[in-house]
Nanobody, 124 residues
């Protein structure tokens, strides 16, 4: 059973940085695509970034390109989301997700395993 636990969320001022972590367990994730999604109050959950674990290819939503970086640590089975130059509109719950069957996917419907989420609030 795949299990993912997110951490690293919090309150940050506009222009600040945070690094989210997603500790994954229960599988060998070499063949997986791991993603970060976010959901603001009253809005649908949207794609943020994804990485193919085996080859490291990365994918980003246009709204975060150049500001966010997704990476993975094979030894720790952990996926990171480094978020820089944060804006108030980045405020949301951030969720880690995994898919084995849709390599390189950015579609939330392809991701079958989800963490519980971590809250990011960008405010002065």
């Amino acid at each position: 059973q795949v299990r993912m636990v997110e951490s690293g969320g919090g309150l940050v001022q506009p222009g600040g940085s945070l690094r989210l972590s997603c500790a994954a367990s229960g599988r060998t994730f070499t063949s997986y695509t791991m993603g970060w999604f976010r959901q603001a109050p009253g809005k649908e959950r949207e794609f943020v970034a994804a990485v193919r674990w085996s080859i490291g290819n990365t994918y980003y939503a246009d709204s975060v390109k150049g500001r966010f970086t997704i990476s993975r640590d094979n030894a720790k089975n952990t996926v990171y989301l480094q978020m820089n130059a944060l804006k108030p509109e980045d405020t949301a719950g951030y969720y880690c997700a995994a898919t084995l069957y849709a390599l390189g996917s950015t579609d939330r419907s392809d991701f079958g395993s989800w963490g519980q989420g971590t809250q990011v609030t960008v405010s002065s």
